[in-house]
């Protein structure tokens, strides 16, 4: 297929574009580098072994998106570009709805407009919010209880009405859970663009000495050990669902929503405990009062993408941790400690 993807140069993006060209898929890629690089496209292509193309467009930008839609052809949109932050999308609400919400109805419209059936969506499990029941399934409640995550729940309404209005329309809206982990060339990974609000890229920083302890928010939860659990997923497991879920959109018509997580959930201190192992050095941490808004308890249920999609993910956390430490080891300390 000639697919189309937003926010290729991100973190997800680069890898789901490796995994792509593998498939033989041909790819133009879009971005506008606000939390990335152009030369992620080199590594991308490095790892991948065949060339694709990439523009700077920032999807907030009708006109030139209706120009590459009206002139691309592409069979496919795999949808990546916004931001990911609850915290941050709190205190700049506009900047999120303007990103994540207005860009993606304007993307879905001109996809509309162009006959362009299958989109592939970046949701994720923020649309869930706070919930009682676990694991998570695609029936709890969507129930989002920061701006960045109404947007993501906003966004699958929109594709679910556009699928509604156009018969021979595909949605997928893949619900991540949190993707950690990095290619194991060591090649691509997650780049912070400051200070991380990430564990694992905080986790890391501390190992390289860049900062010089972890808060650890809340160690009187009703959990194992006291500390949040949260469903840890390799970026390269995920990176391999949009590709299945690509080719399940060809297939058929319609909206779904799926959960991608491992189903497995992992303490703060549980990935403490692997960092320390993958890194082979101490993290020095201190435990803090919780976080206000934050689930004590979160993981999902895989079953229906491993249903549909004959998807399961397959990596553990020390491979997990293992492989992003590899990649984070030999970023620039400068760059990071911005
Ligand atoms: N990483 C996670 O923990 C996580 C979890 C759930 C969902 N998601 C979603 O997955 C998607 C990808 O996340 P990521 O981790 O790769 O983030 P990322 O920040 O690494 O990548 C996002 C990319 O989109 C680009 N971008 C942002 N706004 C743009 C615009 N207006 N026009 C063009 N490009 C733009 C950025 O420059 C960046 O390259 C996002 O939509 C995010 O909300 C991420």
Redesign the pocket.
């Known amino acids: 297929m000639k697919v189309l993807v ?9 890898h789901t574009a490796v995994e792509l060209l593998a498939e033989g898929h041909d790819l133009i890629g ?7 690089s152009p030369k ?1 496209k080199h590594d991308i292509e490095r790892v991948a072994g065949r060339p694709f193309t990439l523009l700077d ?5 009708r006109c030139e998106v209706e120009c590459l839609l009206a002139s691309g052809e592409f069979d496919a949109i795999i ?6 932050f609850v915290g941050e999308s709190v205190a700049e609400p506009m900047q999120y709805y ?3 919400l207005a ?1 993606s109805v304007s993307l879905a419209a001109a996809a509309q407009r162009h006959e362009i059936s299958h989109v592939v969506f ?5 649309v869930y919010g706070q919930p009682t029941q676990l694991p998570v399934t695609e029936e709890t409640p969507i129930a989002p209880v920061s701006p ?1 995550g109404r ?2 729940a906003m966004t699958e309404t929109v594709l679910q009405d556009l699928c509604d209005a156009t018969p021979s329309a595909s949605v997928l809206a893949l ?6 982990g990095a290619h194991p060339s060591a090649l691509l990974g ?2 912070p ?1 400051g200070p991380p609000n ?1 564990l694992l890229p905080y986790i890391m920083q501390v190992a390289k000495r860049v900062r010089p302890f972890l808060n650890i928010y809340g160690g009187d939860y009703d959990t194992h050990d006291g500390t949040c659990i949260r469903d840890y997923i390799h ?1 390269v497991d995920l990176a391999r669902a949009h590709v299945l879920a690509l080719d399940r959109a060809a297939e058929t018509t319609g909206f779904e929503a799926l959960n991608l997580g491992t189903g497995i959930g992992s303490s703060v201190l549980d990935v403490l405990e692997a960092c320390e192992k993958a890194t082979g050095r101490a993290i020095p941490h201190q435990i803090v009062d919780r976080r206000p808004g934050d689930a004590a308890s979160m993981f999902a249920d895989p079953s229906r993408a491993q249903q549909l999609l004959g998807w399961k993910a397959e990596a553990n956390l020390p491979e997990m941790c293992l492989d992003h430490w590899n990649f984070e080891r030999n970023l620039d300390v400068d760059a990071l400690s911005a």
């Not at 949808?79 to 990911?84: E, S, V």
């Open positions: 937003t926010g290729v140069t991100g973190y997800i993006g680069s879009i971005d506008d580098f606000s939390t990335s992620v467009l920032d999807l907030r930008n949808h990546f570009a916004g931001r990911k303007e990103r994540n860009a970046s949701s994720s499990c923020t960045y947007t993501k619900r991540y859970f949190n993707p950690i997650e780049v663009s990430n970026v």
